[in-house]
C-alpha cells in the first residue's frame, strides 16, 4: 500500500510517501516515519486523516493499534495522512515523578533541618505536634501518588510534551516549599487539639478514598490499554463524575483544617480551579458521548465535581 | 447606526480620553518645566498631583473592558495597569527617599509621551470616528518601552533599601493564620517578573506594530 503523507499546509511531509505491506498497522506507519526521518519517533507523531478545506469536523485520529486497511481507500490500495509534529514528548510516569518528587524532598528539608536561620530566625524551634503529624501526612500523600503512577493509573496518551516538565514542575515545587515554609516556622501557631484531629481524620479518609477511586478508575479500562471512554460507576462515582478529584480536593482540605495557613488554603483555591475545569471537560465529553442514542446508554444526572455545589 | 446607547457610549469614552489627556499633558509640560527651571530633583513633586491622578484613572479601563465597552483584553491591560499602579503608588508615593532620582524624569517622560499618544488617538476616533497613522505612533514604542522599563526597574531596585528598612506594608509572623507578607522580598519578586515579562510584552508590541503596518500597506 502506498501511503502519502503530507503535512498540515499540504505539503508533502516525506517525498514519495511511503510503501508498506497491505497488512500492515498504523503502528507500522509510525515507525517506518521515524526510520526514515530519524528525528520523529513515534509518541511524537500525530497522525490525522486529511479533513476537507472549509470543514469544520475534527479529524480522524490514527489509531496505533488499527491496520492501515480500515483507513485506506479500498479500491485504489492508498492512504493519505496528514502529519504534525507535537515537539518533543516526556512519558507521563516521568512527568508525574519528578513533579511529585520535588514536594516529596522539599517539604521534609523545611522541617528536619534548621533552614529558618538563612531567613534570619535564631536557632531555637519549638516542634508542635501537629507539625510533625503534618509531615508524615504530606509525604504519605505523595509517595502514594508516586506509587499510583507506576501501579495504578493508566494513561490514556503514553506522553505529554517536554515543556509541561518545567511548568508542571514549577507549580509542585513552588507551591510545597511555600506550604511547608510555613507549616514549619518556628513562630507557627497551631490551632486546636480537636480541630488537628479532625482535619487530619478527614483528610486521610479522603486520601484513602482517592485510592480507591483510582483503583476503580483503573478497571474501567481493559488491560490492552483499547481503551475508548466507559462510564465511571461504583462507591462515590454512583453520584459525581470525577470523585477522584473530590476526594483529593476534600483531602487538602482536612490538611488545611489541620494545618492553617494561607499558604495552604491559596494551594487549595488554585488546585480546586484546576481540576474542576478537567472535571467539567471530563463531564460534557461522557454527557456528549453518551447521549442514549443509537443504543448508547444514556449518562446519569450526577454531581460534576463537588457535591453539593458543582 | 446613531443608536442612543451607540452615542452615550462614543460620548463617554470621547470625554474619558481626551481628560486623561489632558491629565498626561499637563505631566509633561510640568515636568520639562521643573527639569529647566530646578532640575530632576523636583520633578516628582511638580507632577505628582496630575501623574497620580491621570495614572489611576486607568483602573477605568479595566471596568471598560470587564463590561464591554472597549474591546481590549483584560488580560492584556491588566498586568500593564498593574506595574504601572505599583511604580506609582507603590514606590513613588510611598517612599519619598526615591522622588529625587534622576530615573523619575526618564519615567515620567516616557510614560507621558506614550500615554498622550495612546489617548489622542483613541480620543479622536471616538469624537471623530477616525484617526490619522496609528502604525507610525506605534513606532514610537520602540524607544519608549525600553526607556520605561529601564526605569520602572531601575526605581525599583534603588528604590530597595528604603523598602527594607522602612518596614511599610509588611505583615508579620506569628498570627493565627500564619501568614506572613514582605514587601522587600515581593519587590524583588516583582524584578524577577520584568524579567520574562518585558521582552514577552516587547514583542507583543512588536506583532501589533508589523500587523498594523501591513494593514496600512495593503489599503
Redesign the interface.
Known sequence: MKVTLVSRSGREFINGGLELPDSATVADLQEAIYKRTKKFYPSRQRLTLPVPPGSKERPVVLNYKKSLKDYSDEKQNKLTVVFKDLGPQVSYSTLFFFEYLGPLILYPIFYYFPVYKFFGYGEDRVIHPVQTYAVYYWCFHYLKRITETFFVHRFSHATSPFSNVFRNCAYYWLFGSYIAYYVNHPLYTPVGDLQMKIGFGFGLVCQLSNLYCHIILKNLRNPDGSGGYQIPHGFLFNIVTCANYTTEIYQWLGFNIATQTVAGYVFLVVATSIMTNWALAKHRRLKKLFDGNEGRPKYPRRWVILPPFL | MASALTVLRRLYLSIYNWLVFIGWFQVLFLALKALKESGHEHVYNAVEKPLLLAQSAAVMEILHGLIGLVRSPVSSTLPQIGSRLYLTWGILWSFPEIRTHILVTSLVISWAITEIIRYSFFGMKEAFGFAPSWHLWLSTFLVLYPTGISSEVGLIYFALPYIKASEKYCFR????????FDYFYAAILALGIYVPGSPHLYHYMLGQRKRALSKSKKE
Not at chain 2, 173 to 180: A, D, E, I, T, V
Open positions: 509572623m506569628p498570627n493565627k493564620w500564619n501568614f506572613s
